[in-house]
């Protein structure tokens, strides 16, 4: 890097190219938003046929290559910025040295150097005569040098040397700010050039985890300048600090903070569906590739020796490859199922009318068996809004499909019967899975912990819904919470877990087969008695209930469903404990109902 250069660098330049990728990534948001959720939405609701699915491939295909254009453009514009901002500064820096030397009637030549004019006393009828000297970046190094430095420019006889040593120290320093800026971000910006085919393989996403890491690292000084979320702040000081940003800073946070924002409370549903749905493709494209790298399983059982069928003795190969392999992939299989079942519901979009899906929540390396949160439309803008926290056994692998309708299922049940009973208005519902359930019944789902651990988590989240709705709308929505099972109890604790009368976060709770939840009166919840309801049904949810009350998940052996709790008791025709979301049933109608708030709907015992 010489001087005429690092003088002639125009950082505007860069970040004008900047803002050019980054309105390039929001076109290609802009082109995927459409294709999911207008064109392909489109023909699911409409068309069926071979025609049809090739059709959603193919557009599926280009879905993706508009999404990793919007993820590489993030980074290019972040890594811009930051070159630029390096080079700024640098730039600045020599500016400054050359304004300083010209004050002193210095001059600078082509390479950095010096020269300053004579100066000082007369020594032999003589003023002591001018030089150049050049400089070295960071002075001369060692402290022990730099002493040497200072005592030489005491003893010259021209007090100008002294001067113009320094401003050469700076020019030198400043040219080797704006070199090492130009070497550390021409690889990074190198890293970001995008294979020249049209395929977006899984390499091209695990990549896009490298190239976020390098641009990370590499523009920390300029990333410094945008405020960070504040430490542990609430809901509302995260939709304030959000609200701060200029585009271009919220932008760049996105481009390398994807899943910090996909889990902040309070921020707008779309930012955080873009965010974890960065994650989930890389992740979905890491854990996939780590899967192909595990070798084929080996025979497992050894032939008998008398007949063709297995012996029952497992093979030495195959006990070996289990002991390398065998929960390694069973891990990654329960993972990339339930991350199938995420993407399978977002194919989903526009079938008999479903709406486009919001990922909220999204996390496979905390909380015992993964976080999910996912929205049927955008609840930022809902009229109603229904979050659905399901219980015992939810985890991810099961989070799509399993017994009964799967925990999506059952919250695009309530969309549908909501949207139908309330003509006109936009309704949300959300599958609320970011606590870790209980996996069994007799060791675990009758313990408190779990319900203890999740329910402030689902307070914070409740109280980011309704921050997100009155920063869009200027309005909250009419939010109901369900609980299921022993998400009813989650539900529990997240009602006693703040002042919901102060900040009327949910304005309705519904429970459904529930065995407790953590409250002997229905008031204790905070959106009065008559806003609770509460169902059961007969068979194996009659034990859950009664055993939720046995073992003390329900204070003072009280469960929602007695009348002695005071809250509404409704009508029931689920036939077991999952069957409250039957399409068509007197349980389902009910809930949608309250989440409406269609109380005169309601149906009650």
Known sequence: MDLATLKAFKPAEFENAADGYRATGE?????????????????????????????????????????????????????????????????????AALEDAGASNCTVD?????????????????????????????????????????????????????????????????????????????????????????????????????????????????????????????????????????????????????????????????????????????????????????????????????ASWPSGMTTAEWR??????????????????????????????????????????????????????????????????????????????SIGDGDDLGEFGKAEKLWDESNAMSPGKQVSTITWLDYNAPDNIPTEATQGKYADEGGPRLYDFLQGNRAAQESAVGSAAHNTAIGHSYGSTVVGVAAQSGSWQDSKTVDDFVFAGSPGVQADHAADLGAGADHVWAMGAPWDDQGVRQGG??????DNATIPTDSWFGGNIMTSDSGDHGGFWDEGSTSLLNQAAVITGNYQRVKLE
């Open 110 to 306: 082509a390479n950095g150097a010096v020269t300053y004019p004579p100066g000082g006393k007369e020594q032999d009828g003589r003023v002591p005569a001018g030089g150049t000297v050049t400089g070295a970046a960071g002075g001369s190094g060692s402290p022990t040098a730099a002493a040497l430095d200072r005592q030489a420019a005491a003893m010259h006889p021209n007090p100008n040397y002294g001067k113009a040593s320094q401003y050469a120290d700076r020019i030198a320093e400043s040219l080797k700010e704006a070199a090492d800026a130009d070497a550390k971000w021409a690889p990074k910006l190198r890293a970001l050039k995008a294979d020249d085919d049209l395929v977006v393989s899984n390499a091209d996403w695990v990549d896009t985890k490298a190239d976020r890491d390098g641009v990370l690292r590499a523009a920390d000084a300029y990333l410094d300048g945008i405020a960070s979320p504040p430490k542990g702040g609430t809901p509302e000081q995260n939709a304030e600090w959000w609200s701060s940003l200029t585009p271009e800073q919220r932008a760049d946070y996105l481009a390398v903070h994807p899943g910090a924002l996909g889990a902040l409370n309070g921020l707008p549903a779309d930012i955080r569906d873009e965010g974890n749905r960065m994650v989930l493709a890389q992740t979905r494209a890491t854990y996939q590739m780590e899967l192909n790298a595990i070798p084929a399983e080996p025979t497992k059982f050894q032939p008998s020796l008398n």
């Open 549 to 554: 009350r046995l073992v003390g998940l329900g």
């Open 320 to 397: 070996e490859w289990n002991s390398k392999y065998g929960e390694k992939r069973a891990r990654l299989e329960t993972a990339m199922k339930g991350m199938d079942q995420i993407q399978e519901r977002f194919d989903r979009t526009g079938e008999k009318g479903l709406p486009e899906a919001y990922l909220l929540g999204f996390d496979l390396k905390g909380l015992g068996d993964g976080k999910v949160i996912l929205a049927n439309g955008n609840p930022d803008v809902a009229d109603h809004v229904g979050v659905y926290v399901p219980g015992t056994h939810a985890g991810i692998e």
């Open 27 to 95: 076109m290609a948001t802009a082109a995927k938003d459409t294709i999911d959720n207008r064109i392909c939405a489109g023909i699911r609701n409409q068309l069926k046929g071979e025609a049809a699915e090739a059709a959603l491939r193919a557009l599926g295909e280009l879905s993706k290559n508009f999404h990793y254009t919007q993820s590489e453009c993030g980074l290019v514009s972040t890594a811009l910025n930051g070159f630029a901002f390096d080079m700024a500064v640098a730039k600045r820096k020599l500016e």
